[in-house]
Structures are given as C-alpha cells and as structure tokens.
C-alpha cells in the first residue's frame, strides 16, 4: 500500500484524528472494501502516533462499522456498501425480468453523467489510469481472452466513475458493478459470445475513452449512453438465445429418446 496514503497526524494526536482520516479515505475511494490495512507498528509510524492511540482509533471505527479486525489476520475495510443490494433485495430482482431493464436503464444515465464529469474533471493520474486499462483491454481482446476482456470491463467502468470525482455517484455506481460482477442480473459472458458484440463493445470503450481523454463532456455523456443502450439490446438478445439453445436441447433429446 503506498506510504502516501496515510499521512502523520500534525496537531493534536488523537484517535478522533486518525479515524477522520481513514474515514475521508474510506470515502474518497482510495480504501475499499476488503483492503487491508498496515500493521499497528507501520500504521503508528505513518500517522506519527503512538499505539495505544491508534488501538482506539481501530476501535472506534469498528464500532462505526468502517472496518473489521480478524484474529491473526489483520485490519480491512468493512463491506460499506454491501446493504444497498440486501441478499433479500437481490434474490427478490432476480425474479422479475423487469429488473434488467430498470438496472441497464438506470445505469445508461447515471454512467453518461459520470462520463461527463469525468471528461471536465480527469487528473492526469486518472487518465493515465484510464489510458493503461484500455491498452490491457485491447491486449486482452486481441488474445480472444474473453474472461479477461469481461473482468477489464468492470475496471475500466470504475476507473470512470473514480474520474468523475463524485463521492455518491462513485459509491452508487461500484454497488451497481459488484452485482454486474456477480452475474445478478444478466450474464457477462452470454454478451460477450454473441456474434460482433466483443468488437462492437471494445468500439464504445474507445470511445468513452478518447471522449474523456479530450475532454469533451458531451461526446463522453452520448458515447457511454450509447454503450449502455447496447448492453441493454444485447443482453436481451443473449437472454433470447440461451433460451432458444435449451428449447433446442430439450426437443433432441426428446426425439433421440424416442428412437430409442
């Protein structure tokens, strides 16, 4: 973990101070969720402070919920944002076919205003960030590493949302890609194996991208809805396919059956 992330505590060391800033780095996005933190020895070091005011500080943020102690194990950020899609709430949307549409439809507009913002407010850092995860995306699709490609998908939506520079539409926004990633709603990979999709997507992530590496707002906010528009087309469309495939499987084997 780089040395500047915690920074020496430099007026009156308490445990409120540290707990301030591990909470702003929580918040920030710079901590999340699963990280772990430095060890007691290295992290008093690094906030100058000493170690029974840094137990506190570990305590009272275990209290809030921020972070969570493993016996043996070390000190890592808590799951901040595993409530707001409950286990419940989840195997509930699973069940509507409606909830695809209202999760790409929600996504298409909240990810062509984080485009935007991130096309007006993208540090150099960030766009290198950006500019790295595309070259690997395209490593990644010129090698038909279709596994790759999808998981380089999700960094690279992230790394945009980081980009924008929002605090709320970043954390609203990793909540959405952590139920992408668990395959919640539609399936990466049915996507992904359609016919032209792979290209067509690489496509409109180079779009997204050089539309924010140019810094021009409005080219990004239409290029990621657009994106999203053929996502939510697209995912349809395998849904369509994979169902045809099973009808398919069934009636065959029904007839070889049968011959027998």
Same mark, same amino acid.
């Given at each position: 973990?780089?040395?500047?992330?915690?920074?020496?505590?430099?007026?009156?060391?308490?445990?409120?101070? #540290?707990?301030?800033?591990?909470?702003?780095?929580?918040?920030?996005?710079?901590?999340?969720?699963?990280?772990?933190?430095?060890?007691?020895?290295?992290?008093?070091?690094?906030?100058?402070?000493?170690?029974?005011?840094?137990?506190?500080?570990?305590?009272?943020?275990?209290?809030?919920?921020?972070?969570?102690?493993?016996?043996?194990?070390?000190?890592? #950020? +808590?799951?901040?944002?595993?409530?707001?899609?409950?286990?419940?709430?989840?195997?509930?949307?699973?069940?509507?076919?409606?909830?695809?549409?209202?999760?790409?439809?929600?996504?298409?507009?909240?990810? =062509?205003?984080?485009?935007?913002?991130? +096309?007006?407010?993208?540090?150099?850092?960030?766009?290198?960030?950006?500019?790295?995860?595309?070259?690997?995306?395209?490593?990644?699709?010129?090698?038909?590493?279709?596994?790759?490609?999808?998981?380089?998908?999700?960094?690279?939506?992230?790394?945009?949302?980081?980009?924008?520079?929002?605090?709320?539409?970043?954390? +609203?926004?990793?909540s959405c890609y952590r139920v992408l990633a668990n395959g919640v709603f539609f399936s990466r990979a049915l996507v992904y194996g359609l016919p =032209?999709?792979?290209?067509?997507?690489?496509?409109?992530?180079?779009?997204?991208?050089?539309?924010?590496?140019?810094?021009?707002?409005?080219?990004?906010?239409?290029?990621?809805?657009?994106?999203?528009?053929? #996502?939510?087309?697209?995912?349809?469309?395998?849904?369509?396919?994979?169902?045809?495939?099973?009808?398919?499987?069934?009636?065959?084997?029904?007839?070889?059956? =049968?011959?027998?």
């Amino acid at each position: 973990m780089s040395e500047g992330f915690y920074s020496p505590i430099d007026h009156v060391r308490t445990a409120d101070e #540290v707990c301030a800033q591990i909470e702003t780095l929580v918040l920030e996005g710079v901590l999340r969720v699963g990280d772990k933190l430095p060890g007691e020895r290295e992290l008093s070091r690094r906030f100058d402070v000493s170690r029974p005011v840094l137990r506190e500080a570990i305590k009272q943020l275990e209290t809030r919920g921020l972070v969570v102690t493993r016996h043996g194990g070390g000190t890592f #950020v +808590a799951d901040v944002i595993g409530d707001v899609f409950s286990p419940v709430m989840l195997e509930l949307i699973a069940r509507h076919p409606k909830a695809t549409h209202d999760y790409l439809e929600y996504r298409r507009d909240v990810e =062509g205003i984080a485009a935007a913002y991130a +096309a007006e407010r993208a540090t150099e850092h960030d766009k290198a960030l950006l500019a790295d995860i595309m070259r690997r995306m395209e490593a990644a699709h010129a090698d038909d590493d279709t596994r790759e490609e999808a998981e380089i998908d999700i960094e690279f939506h992230n790394a945009i949302c980081e980009s924008a520079h929002n605090l709320l539409l970043m954390h +609203a926004l990793r909540s959405c890609y952590r139920v992408l990633a668990n395959g919640v709603f539609f399936s990466r990979a049915l996507v992904y194996g359609l016919p =032209g999709a792979r290209d067509e997507l690489l496509k409109q992530h180079r779009a997204v991208h050089d539309a924010i590496m140019a810094g021009d707002p409005a080219a990004a906010k239409r290029a990621a809805e657009a994106h999203m528009e053929f #996502v939510e087309k697209y995912s349809l469309e395998a849904e369509r396919a994979k169902s045809r495939e099973a009808v398919s499987r069934l009636r065959r084997a029904q007839r070889l059956e =049968g011959a027998d």
